[in-house]
């Protein structure tokens, strides 16, 4: 039976409060900038792990499994932390924004559609329709980025050579794609862990969105591929 869009929804003023409340602190900590933002990039780390190892611990008591468990996490998130401390201000704004549109476009169209769930016993909410709409509202995020940057370059160039063509759109678009793809990985990684560890959320710290690492679960697996993407291509 099919549930009323207003049921689905009824969870949003708390979330849209909660993340103005977020939004607001990332904000702040980004027009700072130095060592502001990455004193900030670093306590959402250490949080972020901390709930990461309580759903490890959680999840199994086979010890061998927790230590191994908990040094990759020590990795995974150790190495996004520090791929987007490092990453200039406009790349970091980028990847974020693509995260949060790509939440955003699937949370909306997932509960506006419903229909076949991608992986019922890992994430019920995760819907195919989705996950369709997260890949759509990055990519055309990154149709946007990418037009203003030619027109930007247009505007400091005498020719007009430099505005974006089809095909640079259309690979914005896929790579818009790809990243929301690897947001919703990064999203099912913690689902099948909190599954595991019989818990619905990370912690109850943020209201209406969980714990910080339910927050930042998809930005982790982009800030990698971001960053490894710019620093080879020396951006």
Known sequence: MSVPLGVRTSDLPKRV????????IAAGAVAAGGWW?????????????????R?????????????????AA??????????????????QIVTVVTVILTDTGAYFTGRALGGPKIAPRISPSKTWSGLFGGMIAAGIWLMIVV?????????????TDTTPEGKTLLFALAIGAMLAIAAQAGDFL????????GVKDSS????????????????????????????????
């Open 190 to 197: 913690e689902s099948w862990l909190k599954r595991k560890a």
């Open 17 to 24: 409060a909660s993340a103005i409340v977020m939004l607001a």
């Open 74 to 91: 020590t990795f995974y998130i150790g190495i996004a932390a520090i791929l987007l401390m490092n990453m200039a201000p406009f790349i």
């Open 37 to 53: 933002l990455k004193g900030f990039i670093g306590i959402v780390a250490v949080i972020g792990f901390g709930e990461f190892v």
């Open 55 to 71: 759903l490890i611990i959680k999840a199994t008591d086979n010890i061998p499994y927790r230590l191994a468990a908990i040094l």
């Open 147 to 159: 037009g203003f940057i030619g027109l930007a370059l247009r505007g400091l160039a005498s020719s």
């Open 204 to 235: 109850n710290l943020i209201p209406g969105h969980g714990g910080v690492l339910d927050r930042v679960d998809g930005l982790l697996p982009v800030a990698i591929i971001v960053g490894l993407l710019t620093g080879w291509a020396g951006v």
